[in-house]
């Protein structure tokens, strides 16, 4: 059978990545996705706002909300100090089987743990199955439409604390208007927008960063 789009990136990091180097991993995707085939990556131009956000914040607790191939998971986890946990949900059985590949491949399975499932799920779930208290960082880019059902969910099973910092993808393409109108007029959210393009195109994209206060 036709391998997959990620089985083929997959592919292009076992060739082109040095094990255990978190930066040729990102540096090899990055690669292929604009040299080879697409795929819906945060990419290199967001994944460095994304990385100025997780650097100033140093996070001990983060949740990833969409894995698909790792990417963004390998580029939060580089940033965590080792006794940190990322722990990242992905819904596709066959996204997350590449992705724990590739963040081993990397080297930071030590601070990540994928989980496979709906974010509706697992969100109820984080503080007697994981031990959570709360978050210090919320890294959402999955489906669209579950952002702010999502934020609503994770704010009323408390796990977010003043000052956690939800950073949203995709917010203009494809776009999250509900979550935008939500995070922009509450009086629970500080939010501002950081205009770039959707990964590897021309495109306008941007991330809104919105710290919860409480
Ligand atoms: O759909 C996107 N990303 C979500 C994939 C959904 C995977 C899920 C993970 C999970 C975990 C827990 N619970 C439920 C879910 S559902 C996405 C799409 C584009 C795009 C942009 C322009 C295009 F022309 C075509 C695609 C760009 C992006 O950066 C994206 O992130
Ligand atoms: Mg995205």
């Not at 986890?77 to 066959?94: C, K, Q, S, V, Y």
């Amino acid at each position: 059978t036709r391998s997959t789009r990620p089985q083929r990136l997959l592919n292009a990091v076992r060739k082109h990545a040095t094990r255990g180097d978190p930066q040729s991993v990102i540096s090899a995707i990055d690669h292929f996705c604009r040299h080879s085939e697409w795929a819906m990556n945060i990419g290199d131009e967001k994944g460095s706002i994304l990385d100025s956000v997780v650097s100033e914040l140093n996070p001990e607790k983060v949740l990833e909300l969409g894995t698909y191939c790792g990417y963004s998971t390998v580029r939060i986890a580089r940033l965590l100090p080792p006794g940190a946990r990322l722990i990242t949900l992905e819904f596709n059985a066959d996204y997350a089987a590449i992705a724990r590949q590739v963040i081993a491949w990397a080297g930071l399975e030590d601070r990540v743990q994928l989980v496979e499932g709906a974010s509706e799920d697992w969100i109820p779930r984080m503080k007697e199955h994981f031990g959570i208290e709360t978050f210090d960082f919320v890294f959402l880019d999955h489906w669209k439409d579950r952002y702010l059902p999502d934020t609503k969910l994770m704010e009323d099973c408390g796990l977010l604390r003043k000052g956690t910092v939800l950073l949203a993808d995709n917010v203009i393409c494809p776009g999250v208007p509900d979550y935008l109108q939500y995070v922009r007029n509450s009086l629970s959210y500080k939010s501002c927008y950081f205009k770039s393009h959707l990964e590897y195109t021309k495109a306008e994209d941007g991330l809104e960063k919105s710290v919860f206060l409480g």
